[in-house]
């Protein structure tokens, strides 16, 4: 019966040291197929702010050493390879100098209801962080 317990014992604690609930869907890196499914979803449907935690997981797992314009243009390039992203553009290097600074891009985005330009609002931090969009009434 000991020996029954202790086995119990440890496959809960294997599943239980398994589990990961960080709000993240588990994705190869720079977002896998269920992460633009998702995205692509939510850019239908207009709801943009729930897209921000899938940008920023893809963000996260960039390389530490590139440049934030690099980083910004793999973030367009990624953003791109959506089927829901018509373009995606940097804002001509500006920085606005903010503490952190930020930088804009601007998104034309495929909805159920046509296409809609966003301004994307990045804090240039180590990772980028998307911290929310401009939209047409700002």
């Not at 692509?40 to 934030?68: A, D, G, M, R, Y």
């Amino acid at each position: 019966m000991k020996k029954f317990c202790q086995l119990i014992v440890i496959i809960a604690m294997f599943i239980f040291a398994s589990c990961k609930d960080d709000g993240v869907i588990d994705t190869p890196k720079g977002g896998g197929t269920l992460q633009s499914e998702e995205f692509c979803q939510f850019v239908s449907e207009e709801n943009f702010e729930l897209t921000i935690p899938i940008i920023n997981n893809f963000l996260k797992e960039l390389e530490t050493n590139l440049s934030w314009a690099e980083k910004l243009e793999k973030l367009c390039d990624w953003l791109e390879e959506h089927d829901c992203v018509l373009s995606a553009e940097k804002w001509n290097g500006f920085i606005i100098k903010t503490l952190p600074e930020q930088t804009h891009l601007y998104v034309t985005f495929k909805t159920q209801n046509g296409f809609k330009q966003l301004a994307l609002c990045i804090t240039l931090s180590n990772p980028l962080v998307l911290g929310r969009f401009h939209y047409e009434e700002d």
